[in-house]
Structure formats: C-alpha cells, structure tokens
T-cell receptor, first 111, second 114 residues
Framework: DVKVTQSSRYLVKRTGEKVFLECVQDMDHENMFWYRQDPGLGLRLIYFSYDVKMKEKGDIPEGYSVSREKKERFSLILESASTNQTSMYLC??????????FGSGTQLSVL | AQSVAQPEDQVNVAEGNPLTVKCTYSVSGNPYLFWYVQYPNRGLQFLLKYITGDNLVKGSYGFEAEFNKSQTSFHLKKPSALVSDSALYFCAVRDVGNTGKLIFGQGTTLQVKP
C-alpha cells in the first residue's frame, strides 16, 4: 500500500513563527501536492511539484513556500505564520495526476 | 475555468436506503471527474473516476457514479447505505488547462443513521 506520512498530526504555533510541515511518500511518485482543507471551502491547492527541485503555485500560494530536495519528501513552509493560516493541511502524492494518495493531515493552529 | 459544485452540505439517509450525493461541474472540453471520501480523522481516499466510456462508473465500497453530460452532473450513488458510509465526500474535476491538477468541491457530509 502507498503510504504518505505527515510528520505531525497536531501542531500549535505562535503568530510570526516559521513553520515547517513535512511529508514523505514511499512509492516513488513523481507528483506531490499540498492542500489546505477548511469547512465549507473544500480542498484548495497551495503548491505542487512534478519533479525534484521543481514547484508550481496552486490556487492559494501566498504566505507559503515549498521545498523538494528529494523525490520522496515535499515540505511546506509558512514563512511567518498568521492566524488565518490555522487549518488542516493535507499532503498527497501520485504517479497518475488523477489518483491521489493522501496523508492523514496536520491540524495547524496559529495563536 | 473548471469548477465543481456540491449543492448539499449534508445528506441524511437511513441505513439500508439508497443514497445520492450530488455534484455538478463546469469544464471546457471533456471532463475528467472524481469522487474522494474522507473518514473521520483520516486522509482522503480515492473512490472512483470517470474519464470516458460508460456513463455509470463503479468504484470502491459498493459506490457508483453516474455521468450525465446534458445536466453536467456526476452524482455519487449507492443502492443500500451502511452506517460505516458516514463520512465527508468530495467531488473533483481535473483542470486540463493547467498540468492536470484536481479542483475539489466544498464537500458533502453523509450521515447514515441506523
């Protein structure tokens, strides 16, 4: 089975902190994605990557950056966390861009 | 621009009854459509997809979806609901104009009562 692992299930940070969310997949997938999930808004794409060291902006990239130094790892960075970034963050990977495998998510609270 | 809408925030059905979770889409060209499910405290899981061919698509856990081009709909269905089907369901469409990323609807909570 494909496994997508997100490093933290719950995270509490303070406003202004730099926050790293880590995601690792074990199936050698080329494609990796970061979404945020908010009630009533569904999933919104933050960034995605189709190869090592490659990144593309999604629909809501402002306030975020990403890093993909190795194929299996895709990191989401909040440069200076703000309260409106309190959300559930979901990482996904895929070989086929249509069938995504998701991690369990990180619930981030910014106080 | 591609988009997908789920008109119901919540659907309630009794166990054993048929269920339908609605989805409508807007795309230019042929749609690639998907359903994902999120069980409590778990990540999303792929249920099924429509690319081309038969309008009735079968997926995991006994779910199926019906593609209707004239109504631009892709409703998720199951003949007999189980309590364990209670979850959050997302419809998605592939954005063919932008490297194939998926665009998700806002989600519909399905509650199946015993």
């Amino acid at each position: 089975d494909v496994k997508v692992t997100q490093s933290s299930r719950y995270l509490v940070k303070r406003t202004g902190e730099k926050v790293f969310l880590e995601c690792v997949q074990d199936m050698d997938h080329e494609n990796m994605f970061w979404y945020r999930q908010d009630p009533g808004l569904g999933l919104r794409l933050i960034y995605f990557s189709y190869d090592v060291k490659m990144k593309e902006k999604g629909d809501i990239p402002e306030g975020y950056s990403v890093s993909r130094e190795k194929k299996e790892r895709f990191s989401l960075i909040l440069e200076s966390a703000s309260t409106n970034q309190t959300s559930m963050y979901l990482c996904a990977s895929s070989r086929d861009p249509e069938k995504l495998f998701f991690g369990s998510g990180t619930q981030l609270s910014v106080l | 621009a591609q988009s997908v809408a789920q008109p119901e925030d919540q659907v309630n059905v009794a166990e054993g009854n048929p269920l339908t979770v609605k989805c409508t889409y807007s795309v230019s060209g042929n749609p690639y459509l998907f359903w994902y499910v999120q069980y409590p405290n778990r990540g999303l899981q792929f249920l099924l997809k429509y690319i081309t061919g038969d309008n009735l698509v079968k997926g995991s856990y006994g779910f199926e979806a019906e593609f209707n081009k004239s109504q631009t709909s892709f409703h998720l269905k199951k003949p007999s609901a189980l309590v364990s089907d209670s979850a959050l369901y997302f419809c998605a469409v592939r954005d063919v104009g932008n490297t194939g990323k998926l665009i998700f609807g806002q989600g519909t909570t399905l509650q199946v009562k015993p």
